[in-house]
C-alpha cells in the first residue's frame, strides 16, 4: 500500500467528520509514555490542538477526567473544534 499523506486523507469523510486525527509519532509519544489509568484526573495545560488530550481520552475509553486548558483565544478554539469532533 502507498504512503498515504495528510494532504491526501484531508479529501476523505472519515478525516472531515473528525473520525480520524491525524499527528506525528514525535505528537503522539507522550501520551502512550505517560501510563495513564483509568480513573484518574489528568491535566493538560497547553492542550491546543487538542490531539494529545483526545488521544488519552481514547487509549482510556474516556474512563477519566480531563481538564484541558488552554490561554489563548485561537488556540482555544481549535482545541474545542478538535474535541468535539471526536
Do not use: W
Request: glycine letters at 10%.
Amino acid at each position: 500500500m502507498e504512503s498515504l499523506h495528510e494532504y491526501t486523507l484531508r479529501g476523505l469523510e472519515i478525516y472531515k467528520s473528525g473520525k480520524i486525527y491525524v499527528q506525528s509519532l514525535t505528537s503522539m509519544i507522550p501520551a502512550l509514555c505517560m501510563d495513564v489509568q483509568a480513573g484518574q484526573a489528568i491535566l493538560d495545560m497547553t492542550a491546543a490542538p487538542g490531539g494529545k488530550t483526545t488521544q488519552i481520552a481514547s487509549i482510556l475509553g474516556g474512563n477519566c477526567r480531563i481538564t484541558a486548558l488552554e490561554k489563548f483565544g485561537i488556540r482555544y478554539e481549535k482545541l474545542e473544534h478538535t474535541i468535539g469532533a471526536q
